[in-house]
């Protein structure tokens, strides 16, 4: 950890809207938002990450009501000068660990944010904590990429997923521990900057594991939120796991 808001202090939640500026559009947004509406119904629903606010705000904006945990005040600062961020609850903490009052019909994670827990002992406590905050019957959705390890050919631990004249970008991988960073160098006033955050990336069996660990099942995989199928050639996946009603 960096500093007491981990690796989204206040130097990167300043701009961190404007760097995600792809993540914001309404044709992203829109799709993950008609899903988790469809599954919280009259909610509640719990976001595990719920940062400056990219799904929790426009979700509390369809009538569910959100709760949300996230380490970073910097963050949530921002979230709670939007508008409406005054009407969605926050709690400050570790979303492996931290909970909250009352039971929810949805508890979700998105945008990768289950691989900022950089342990497999973590992400177990997780699915763990998701569950325990969910009523019977309710559902838990994470978002992530797939490993890219196709892309990685021997010797090589680095993949590049943006190059300009003035930001490169690259992930790296350790794939006897399963940790990699993603990273970025901009160019500024003739200066480059470098910023670095680490992540273990996780596979999709593994994650049905830790479902099956905290008394989850699989309910539904797909690609992305317009729910493609899910195929050997998917770069993400959108899961949904299910608390039993019995």
């Known amino acids: 950890m960096i500093d007491e808001d981990g690796y989204f202090g206040e130097n990167i939640a300043a701009t961190y809207d ?24 009259d909610g509640p629903a719990l976001e595990l990450g719920i940062g400056t606010g990219r799904i929790a705000l426009p979700l509390a904006g369809r009538g569910v009501p959100v709760h949300g945990i996230d380490l970073s005040r910097a963050m949530v600062d921002r979230l709670r000068a939007k508008p409406g ?34 342990t497999q002992d973590a992400q177990v406590d997780c699915f763990r904590n998701a569950a325990a905050h969910l ?23 680095a993949v590049p997923f943006h190059i300009s004249d003035t930001q490169w970008a690259f992930d ?22 470098h910023w670095s955050i680490p992540f273990r990336y996780v596979w999709p069996a593994e994650l049905d594991l ?19 199928p899910f195929t050997s050639e998917s770069g993400k996946h959108v899961s949904v796991w299910e608390k039993p009603a019995g």
């Not at 404007?18 to 119904?41: C, I």
């Not at 990429?145 to 050919?153: I, K, S, T």
């Not at 790296?172 to 900057?193: H, K, L, W």
């Open 135 to 157: 009523r019977p019957g309710g559902c838990f959705v994470v978002e992530v990429g797939v490993p890219d390890l196709r892309r990685l050919p021997p010797g090589q631990s």
């Open 172 to 193: 790296t991988y350790d794939v006897a521990t399963q940790a990699m960073s993603s990273n970025y160098v901009t160019i500024v006033d003739g200066r480059a900057e």
């Open 210 to 228: 830790m479902a099956r660990l905290a008394g989850l099942r699989l309910r539904d995989r797909w690609e992305n939120w317009t729910r493609e």
């Open 85 to 118: 961020g005054d009407a969605v609850e926050v709690t400050i903490g570790d979303f492996a660990t931290t909970r909250v009052a009352g039971e929810f019909v949805l508890a979700y994670l998105v945008f990768n944010t289950i691989g900022n827990l950089t």
């Open 18 to 41: 404007t760097s995600a500026a792809d993540m914001f559009r309404a044709d992203v947004v829109g799709p993950a938002v008609d899903l988790l509406a469809g599954l919280a119904g």
